[in-house]
Every structure is written in structure tokens, then in C-alpha cells.
């Protein structure tokens, strides 16, 4: 799920009469447009973004149901829209279950449900400019004795890294017997993927557990946030479940009460 333009999604709309295609194809609407080849509500291809967005999508939505007659809303599919509000922190969803039941639910981002792939540095998450990062890591120096070159290191690169907001604190904990080295991150503005880098780099293999969370100081997208989780020889990077899916009607109560439908 991307929004770029602060809207995406479509709702498949099935098979329509003629009149109400002609209908559609007449609205003039901001963020939404009838697509006639697809017979589908589309994303306008140039949208405008702001706080208004979500209302404004929302009546879009609702008014271009409206056109459909009492037996089209009955027999269409449905579908999502995904709008952000406020400045993109927040992300709503309007799904059109089939029936044309309209629900809207806000994300709650949980890391308890996330799903999870392998990391790699070509994912999409917040800027490395504005990421803001917590968590904690330890793992065993490649090296024997040499902690203080893995500390000097770390240091060095949260240091010199020239993010948007400075602050934040990288602290090292460091057991001389074992070469084990552990970072705690607390509201860290630096890029992970150097972070990542690094610490592959400075860790014995199999060595590195723990986990980062990457959200950040300014605007962005719920679904740019991660979770970057060292697990022994491999990384994986958590996408949090967005939804709480026991919170939205089951797609079985549009045909159980298709009057509400209308």
C-alpha cells in the first residue's frame, strides 16, 4: 500500500445499466473518477493532497454510490480506499464491502501481528533523514578484544550523521570477557541502513539479536514504519499490521442485510 497522493485504492462497481454508467461518467469529482473500461471507482491520476482530503474523499465516495440503483448496490463487489489525515501520521480506510456497506476504520500500527520479510536496504521506509530510532542490539566482536574499535565506530557514526534533527543518544554497554558489545538506541536520528551496515560489519558471525524501530520526527506514512530484527545469521524487517480486522464487518453481513445497503 503506497499513497503518494495522499488517496489510493479502487472499488469495483460489477455490472451497470446504462444510464447509470452515463450517470458516473458525468461526475465531476476532485479525488475519485469512474473508470468505464474497468466499471470501477480509480484514484484521479492528478489529485491534490492536504487535511482535507479523507472528507472529501469520503463524500466523493458516497455520492458516486448513490447513482447505482437499489439492485446494482446489492450485486456490487466493493473494494478499499486508503486516505491519509493529518499530515499523513494518520491513515484511514473506506472499504466498500460487497452491497456497497461502507465502513471506515483507522490504523493502529502493531508490531504483534507484522508481517515479516527478509531486510534489505532497497525497502521502502521513512527518510533516513527523518527516521527516529529505538531499540536495542548486542552482539560479539568479530575480533577478540576489540571492543573499543566496535565502540569508536558506532560512535563515530551516529556522530557524523547529518540528519534533520540532531539529539538522540546511542549508549554502549560493553562486556571485556565475552567481547560482547550491546546499543541501545533512544530517539537516534540516523539512517538504519548504514546502522545495519555497520553492525554486520563489526559482529561475529551468528552473534547479532536484538531489534530497531523505525518511525519518525516528522510527517510520514503509517506504512513506512518498521521494525528491523537481528536474528542470529539473518535480519528481517517487520511491516506492523495496520488494521484490527476484528473491528470491521465481516464481508458475509452484506448479504445477510442488504436493505441497509440501500
Known sequence: MCCEFGCSGMVALGTLGRVTRTRLAALTGVWLEFEPEASRIVVRVCSPSGPECLPAVAAELVGMLGTLTPAERNAAPGGELHAHVDGGDQLARLRVLPGAIVTIDWSHPDFGRARRIPYSAEERIVLPEMQRLNGMVSFVAAATGDLERCAHELQALAGSFEGLYPGGELRLAADAPGDRVEVTLDDLNLDVARLVARLRL??????????????????AEPEE??????DAD???LDRPALWDEALVVPAAAAAQHPASAR
Open 234 to 236: 539473518r535480519v528481517w
Open 225 to 230: 514504519m518498521a521494525r528491523i530484527v537481528f
Open 202 to 219: 563489526l559482529a561475529r558471525a551468528g552473534s547479532l539479536v536484538g531489534h530497531v524501530d523505525v518511525t519518525s520526527f516528522g510527517p
